[in-house]
């Protein structure tokens, strides 16, 4: 699997749009960008998935860039309950493969 | 629909001991994972079994570390003896065979082992 470069750290304020970047430029061209995220105490959760287009579904919204080297995962309305850390993986899709690679993620803590 | 499910939460032992994790995954699901994850890092993968058949075993420790999973539903992984340096989480997850429509994993709230 591709390696992926997160920011550390980020705050975001109650109420706003929480963006965390996400780059991936070795990623190949059969390799899905997939983001978990993972609240204290518990396992990671899936959030999203996407191979080139952006997508949305009830938790966020992932879009990826044209040349697919960088994502962003949004949340668009981010409440205290987001924070976690989050991470994000290139991965080949679904094939029941050989599990996730996790880097260190990103912390992101919604200030109230 | 009950989740992946793990025991004990917490434990507490002496190094040296032995220790045993269990994990129940998912109904149906054919693939089951068990990661490591230290404190501040991200989940490492540790074995991935495939029904009963461990697929992937190339990180999990062999001196020390045991898995198995017996008429491929549930699994156990056992330290033995623990030294010190595995202190930490153990993840167990699992997956429908080919990965699903998403391809997610599920996790299971994990295993919290200290060792004194």
């Known amino acids: 699997d591709a390696k992926t470069t997160q920011p550390t750290s980020m705050d975001c304020a109650e109420g706003r749009a929480a963006n965390l970047p996400c780059n991936h430029s070795?990623?190949?061209?059969?390799?899905?960008v997939y983001w978990y995220r993972q609240i204290h105490s518990q396992g990671p959760q899936y959030i999203i998935h996407?191979?080139?287009n952006n997508e949305t579904n009830e938790m966020a919204s992932l879009i990826i860039t044209e040349d697919r080297k960088s994502s962003t995962l949004i949340l668009p309305h981010a409440t205290l309950r987001d924070t976690a850390v989050y991470y994000c993986i290139v991965r080949v899709a679904r094939g029941g493969a050989d599990g996730l690679t996790f880097g260190k993620g990103t912390h992101l803590i919604i200030q109230p | 629909e009950a989740g992946v499910v793990q025991s004990p939460r917490y434990k507490i032992i002496e190094k040296k001991q032995p220790v045993a994790f269990w994990c129940n995954p998912i109904s149906g699901h054919n693939t089951l994972y068990w990661y490591l994850q230290n404190l501040g890092q991200g989940p490492e993968l540790l074995i991935r079994y495939e029904n009963e058949e461990a697929v992937d075993d190339s990180q999990l420790p062999k001196d020390r570390f045991s898995a198995e999973r017996l008429k491929g539903v549930d699994s156990t992984l056992k330290i033995q003896p623990a030294e010190l340096g595995d202190s930490a989480v153990y993840l167990c997850?699992?997956?429908?065979?080919?990965?699903?429509?998403?391809?997610?994993?599920?996790f299971g709230e994990g295993s919290r082992l200290t060792v004194l």
């Open positions: 996407g191979l080139k």
């Open positions: 070795t990623i190949s061209g059969n390799e899905y």
């Open positions: 997850a699992s997956s429908p065979l080919a990965g699903g429509p998403t391809g997610e994993l599920f």
